[in-house]
């Protein structure tokens, strides 16, 4: 199993541009999250799906922050305009289902915004 | 808001001696608790889980340890090896069950392991 795969690995952007990262789930898992670590903040999620249905966007820091879910095997996270303070390391996670435990990530996005 | 948060930010250990790595919670809601490995660069590491009906789990060389009471949650390595080294997080659940990748995850704490 090649495990959650996130691309690009590494974003360095401009204050302003749109950022778009891109994640692939666990095949057959059903249960995507987005989540944001930092120094200060940690790890906190942002949103999360089950069956490509967003449930909880709690997280989302502002408008300026949008997720998507086309379909079973792919994620969008994008952020429209970049700020400095968006820059930090972006994990996607998938789970089997909502009731099945086991948190697995993908190795994260690293944004730096300039 | 309710949080789990880490006693100790940085533990040192030597190779072969047992680590133990500490958190405390706040909310007697939680009822799923896990702990994760993160190495510089790569992403949260499962290690071990457990629920809220049980009060210890192990797994290979790792031990959590439950205490619903004092709502404190540890994790024991035995034998620790210099691979070992990472930030450790315990995080908590509150979904009841409705969603386990729903966590709230506390600081970190650092494990060095000196050959």
């Known amino acids: 199993d090649a495990g959650v795969i996130q691309s690009p690995r590494h974003e360095v952007t401009e204050m302003g541009q749109e950022v778009t990262l891109r994640c692939k789930p666990i095949s057959g898992h059903n249960s995507l999250f987005w989540y944001r670590q930092t120094m200060m903040r940690g790890l906190e999620l942002l949103i999360y799906?089950?069956?490509?249905?967003?449930?909880?966007d709690s997280g989302m820091p502002e408008d300026r922050f949008s997720a998507k879910m086309p379909n079973a095997s792919f994620s969008t996270l994008k952020i429209q305009p970049s700020e400095p303070r968006d820059s930090a390391v972006y994990f996607c996670?998938?789970?089997?289902?909502?009731?099945?435990?086991?948190?697995?990530f993908g190795s994260g996005t690293q944004l730096s915004v300039l | 808001g309710e949080s789990v948060g880490l006693h100790l930010p940085t533990l040192s250990v030597q190779e072969g001696d047992n680590s133990i790595i500490n958190c405390a919670y706040s909310?007697?809601?939680?009822?799923?608790f896990i702990w994760y490995k993160q190495e510089s660069g790569k992403g949260p590491q499962f290690i071990i889980d457990?629920?809220?009906?049980?009060d210890k789990r192990q797994g290979q060389r790792v031990t959590v340890l439950l205490n619903k009471t004092v709502k404190h949650l540890s994790l024991q390595i035995a034998a620790t090896q210099p691979g070992d080294s990472a930030v450790y997080f315990c995080a908590e659940n509150m979904a009841g069950g409705t969603s386990y990748g729903k966590l709230t995850f506390g600081q970190g704490t650092i494990l060095t392991v000196h050959p």
């Open positions: 799906f089950n069956n490509n249905v967003p449930i909880d």
């Open positions: 909310n007697s809601a939680s009822d799923y």
């Open positions: 457990i629920r809220s009906n049980m």
């Open positions: 996670a998938s789970t089997l289902d909502a009731t099945n435990e086991k948190l697995l």
